[in-house]
């Protein structure tokens, strides 16, 4: 019974550069949510998406970053033209279709994305 | 000012003996409340939802005080294992928009 999946584990990119991370869910989760951790800080909650919708993404700078969880396939976090600032852990976590249970979060162990 | 804050330590602690902190929250409509582990930057793990009545698992116990706005928890007869960071995280809507404390940082020493 596999957890929550990120890949990669560490990615390398130079400014400008596009960065993609995965995440596939726990088995019959349908809800992911990004979260990111800057050095020396707590995580900051990103996006949440249900299969095909963004439901709250007032965590996500409003440039250069998207997020998406298609109906097959992971979820995806895109950072687009990346920069120094966007090094980070960024975890993403998973939760059941069960009312009252999605604050029990399941979580990935994280991609750690170092922007040269 | 932080949405959860905590003191990062560390809190230097000899093995068996007992070490308790607390967190702080801003916002007074937050519904539930939960310690987190982590270890050198991996995933979080939960390692207790903290409720209105306190709450005590094994060696662990977390408490709640809504009218102050904290919670605290304390662990008893420390093991070299607990050394970690523990997350305070605080959840003010109906599903997992979690608000995370920085941690703080428990050592556990022989």
């Known amino acids: 019974n596999a957890g929550v999946m990120q890949n990669p584990r560490h990615l390398v990119r130079r400014r400008g550069q596009e960065a993609r991370l995965r995440c596939s869910p726990v088995k019959g989760h349908s809800h992911v949510y990004w979260y990111r951790q800057l050095p020396e800080e707590g995580l900051k909650f990103m996006v949440y998406?249900?299969?095909?919708?963004?439901?709250?993404e007032s965590g996500m700078p409003k440039e250069r970053f998207s997020a998406e969880f298609p109906k097959e396939g992971p979820s995806i976090l895109r950072i687009q033209q990346v920069v120094r600032g966007d090094s980070a852990a960024y975890f993403c976590?998973?939760?059941?279709?069960?009312?009252?249970?999605?604050?029990?979060?399941?979580f990935g162990s994280g991609t750690q994305l170092s922007v040269l | 000012r932080k949405e959860v804050e905590q003191d990062p330590g560390p809190f230097n602690v000899p093995e068996g003996a007992t070490v308790a902190f607390n967190c702080t929250y801003s916002n007074s409509a937050s519904q539930s409340f939960f310690w987190y582990r982590q270890d050198c930057r991996k995933e979080p793990k939960l390692l207790m939802s903290v409720y209105s009545s306190g709450n005590e698992d094994g060696r662990f116990t977390a408490q709640l005080n809504r009218a102050s706005q904290y919670i605290s928890l304390l662990i008893r007869d420390s093991k070299l294992s607990d050394s970690a960071t523990y997350l305070c995280?605080?959840?003010?809507?109906?599903?997992?928009?979690?608000?995370f404390g920085a941690g703080t940082q428990v050592v556990v020493t022989p």
């Open positions: 998406l249900q299969k095909e919708n963004i439901i709250d």
């Open positions: 995280v605080v959840n003010i809507g109906s599903w997992g928009k979690l608000q």
């Open positions: 976590a998973s939760s059941p279709l069960v009312q009252g249970s999605n604050e029990k979060l399941f």
